[in-house]
């Protein structure tokens, strides 16, 4: 996958160590299908909070934007659909 988000400059004041984790996992989950992603995207964020990398909702928003950037209407509902799901399990 193309890498091209993490040069936009609105992630500039993001740590270096949650870009490099974001990174990994875009890569990952690049791999994975719609009913994979859920489940990876769960356990991806046990391991970060465990590790002490936790990001904030206004992070989340940027990386999402970035994220977003050049995508279909359809990748971008999908990324939607995902967010939602995150945020509504974070909140359970």
């Known amino acids: 996958m193309a890498q091209e988000w993490m040069n936009d400059p609105t992630l500039a004041g ?3 160590a949650k870009m490099a984790l974001l990174n990994s ?5 690049s791999k994975k299908n719609q009913n994979e992603m859920l489940a990876f995207l769960m356990s991806a964020a046990a391991n970060s909070k ?14 999402a934007k970035a994220l977003k950037k050049g995508k279909s209407p359809q990748e971008t509902a999908k ?7 995150m945020k509504m399990l974070r909140r359970g």
Do not use: K, W
């Open 50 to 63: 465990r590790n002490g990398l936790q990001f904030s909702p206004g992070e989340m928003d940027m990386i």
């Open 79 to 85: 990324m939607d659909r995902m967010l939602s799901m």
């Open 14 to 16: 993001i740590d270096p």
């Open 25 to 29: 996992l875009v890569q990952q989950g």
